[in-house]
């Protein structure tokens, strides 16, 4: 169980904290909730029912340092398959990110980078799709990263990049 004023990562809303564990009365049920206000968002409140395991299997503690650190180890050498047809691709891309899951979300924004070099070479861009699924990626891992290594989650790309290279 989660407590109040922790903090956690809760889907693709990223860090929120757990403002409050009550009962309340919606849609005709009473029930308890988890209250939770995301981080960057701190106006917002988000209602997750104790009891639904579905919806409290995407609150997750917030990653250490060193949890971080091995995950990215363990990524370095992974990249997932180009799917040539754009429509796949996205669909592919969608799927990683309705998971949220840390590691398969890293691979996704590693796969992307380096899709974006190769391209940059011919002197051509990304597609939009592809390069909206990045966006999206590090929109989620630069607000969990970010908050846990403390540090801005505009540097996160940078602390990334440079980690991987590091042990090239």
């Given amino acids: ?3 109040k004023d922790s903090y956690i ?3 693709g809303n990223g860090v929120c ?3 409050d564990v009550r009962s309340e009365k919606m849609y005709g049920k009473k029930q308890t909730y988890y209250v939770l206000s995301p981080v960057d968002s701190p ?3 988000i ?3 104790t009891d639904n395991a579905a919806l409290t299997a995407r609150m997750r503690k917030i990653p250490g340092r060193e949890e971080i650190l091995r995950l990215l180890d363990g990524l370095k050498e992974e990249t997932l398959p180009w799917e ?3 429509r796949l691709r996205a669909e592919q891309f969608n799927e990683i990110l309705d998971r949220c899951d840390q590691r ?3 691979v996704l924004i590693c796969t ?3 899709k974006r070099r190769e391209l940059a070479r011919q002197s051509k861009k990304l597609a939009t799709s592809d390069d909206n699924a990045l966006k999206r990626a590090e929109k989620i891992i630069n607000g969990e990263y970010g908050f846990a290594l403390s540090v801005k989650p505009e540097e996160v790309p940078a602390f990334i990049a440079d980690y991987l290279s590091a042990g090239e």
């Fill in 17 to 19: 904290r757990v403002t």
């Fill in 9 to 11: 990562i809760y889907g």
């Fill in 112 to 114: 992307i980078w380096n």
């Fill in 47 to 49: 209602f997750v029912p």
């Fill in 84 to 86: 040539k047809d754009s």
């Fill in 43 to 45: 106006g917002s409140m």
């Fill in 1 to 3: 169980m989660w407590e």
């Fill in 104 to 106: 398969e979300l890293l």
